[in-house]
Antibody, heavy 117, light 106 residues
């Protein structure tokens, strides 16, 4: 199982960022993909999840209206787009495959998003 | 959201020691707790799922316990590779939340 994320991004305040996560080594449509972020020196924060089979999503209330998760089934890739970026959105963003008890059993390598004018 | 209060925030320990990290949920969450280990610059690694189940490939020195609102991760016979930050996570609610983390230091 592998999840490979897109490269680092640098964005200006107010812009949007879209991070990709390509899954391989398992049946893509059978497991949710979660997105989690970690600000510098801080803990883990869950943004939401997507069901690759249906495209259905669940977002953390904090990010409702600002985050969009999508998937492209033929390429087994999920995407996380976060809009109206502020300085507090600077973080490493991770995707992760859902496992037992909706844990995250396999993780991408992380994508650093920097927000600076 | 369900709050996960993790303690202590850091602990100093020696090789061979036994360390216990606690996590308390703001409401009952059955056994819907997972534990992760994270090393600097790396993605988290799943250790325990469903409060007590050892993830495949994880050494047997890690032990999860608890149900309801109180949970614990116990690390026995600390090894050099165990010095890291540990997080609990609740998945009882669709909106998952993590504890603040516990750094295990030498």
């Amino acid at each position: 199982v592998h999840l490979v994320q897109s490269g680092a991004e640098m964005k200006k305040p107010g812009a949007s960022v879209k991070v990709s996560c390509k899954s391989s080594g398992y049946t893509f449509s059978d497991y949710y993909v979660h997105w989690v972020r970690q600000a510098p020196g801080q803990g883990l924060e869950w943004l939401g999840r997507i069901d690759p089979k249906s495209g259905g999503t669940n977002y953390a209330q904090k990010f409702q209206g600002r985050v969009t998760m999508t998937r492209d089934t033929p390429t087994t890739t999920t995407y996380m787009e976060l809009s109206r970026l502020g300085s507090d959105d600077a973080a490493v963003y991770y995707c992760a495959k859902s496992g037992s008890h909706d844990s995250s059993d396999y993780w991408g390598q992380g994508t650093l998003v920097t927000v600076s004018s | 959201d369900i709050q996960m209060t993790q303690s202590p925030s850091s602990v100093s320990a020696s090789l061979g020691d036994r360390v216990m990290i606690s996590c308390r949920a703001s409401q009952t969450i059955d056994n819907s707790v997972n534990w992760y280990q994270q090393k600097p610059g790396k993605a988290p690694k799943l250790l325990i799922y469903g409060a007590t189940n050892l993830q495949s490939g994880v050494p047997s020195g890690f032990f999860g316990s608890g149900s309801g609102t109180d949970f614990a991760l116990t690390i026995t016979n600390l090894q050099p590779e165990d010095f890291a930050t540990y997080y609990c996570q609740q998945t009882y609610s669709i909106s998952q939340t993590f504890g603040q983390g516990t750094k295990v230091e030498i």
